[in-house]
């Protein structure tokens, strides 16, 4: 079965700093993954994902297949990026097609 | 702007008395989702429709059930709420083929 975990939590960094935003996965085919985030009384929203190769809001997800991972990660934070954010492993094939598999999420906290 | 639409924002019902949340569509997309989140923790999936077939999640009680009148609509009905159904409900959609899915703002449950 398909798995996601973000093994923290909770995250706290000051703004300027870089932050790293861990994601595993477990999944037995090529993944295509996603980011996730809900800033705080907004709803949920792509930020980005990994086919695309893009830079969002100065975050990049690198699939590294060796290590089973895609974390999130961004040079230097800002205040803005205080916020929940999930990683996400869609399913692929039959009725379960786009079924997402989220991570338990982490709560970005940045501090001025 | 096309989005997902979901009413009430907020909804109170009684303990064991039915309630309906709605969800509409203007993206036209063939496949909704519905979810639950509860306090900080990742949405869990309760069941979709691609089109018209439904989708049952296997670990989703009976006491929860969707009605799709149409492409633009989806219904949540819950049966009998219980104080374990407080929760916030989110709305999604995609469109097959393409996994990334589109949230709406969420109705939050509360149960008294």
């Known amino acids: 079965a398909q798995r996601v975990t973000q093994p923290e939590k909770l995250l706290s960094v000051f703004k300027g700093a870089p932050v790293e935003l861990k994601c595993n996965y477990s999944y037995s085919g090529s993944p295509e993954l996603f980011w996730y985030v809900q800033y705080s009384r907004q709803r949920l929203q792509l930020l980005l994902r990994?086919?695309s190769r893009e830079s969002i809001k100065g975050f990049t997800a690198d699939l590294n297949k060796g290590e089973t991972s895609f974390h999130l990660k961004k040079p230097f934070a800002q205040e803005e990026d205080s916020a929940m954010y999930y990683c996400a492993l869609p399913n692929a094939g039959g009725t379960s097609y786009g079924k997402l598999t989220f991570g338990q999420g982490t709560i970005l906290t940045v501090h001025p | 702007d096309a989005m997902v639409i979901q009413n009430p924002r907020y909804q109170v019902t009684q303990f064991g008395k039915p309630v309906t949340l709605s969800c509409s569509q203007t993206l036209n997309h063939n496949v909704m989702y519905w979810y639950q989140q509860k306090s900080s923790q990742a949405p869990k999936l309760l069941f979709h429709y691609y089109d018209k077939d439904f989708n049952n999640e296997a670990d989703t009680p009976d006491n929860f059930q969707s009605r799709r009148p149409n492409t633009s609509f989806c219904f949540l009905d819950i049966r009998s709420p219980g104080l374990g159904d407080a929760a916030m409900y989110l709305c999604a959609t995609s469109r097959w083929g393409q996994e990334t899915q589109y949230f709406g703002p969420g109705t939050r449950l509360l149960v008294l």
């Open positions: 990994h086919i």
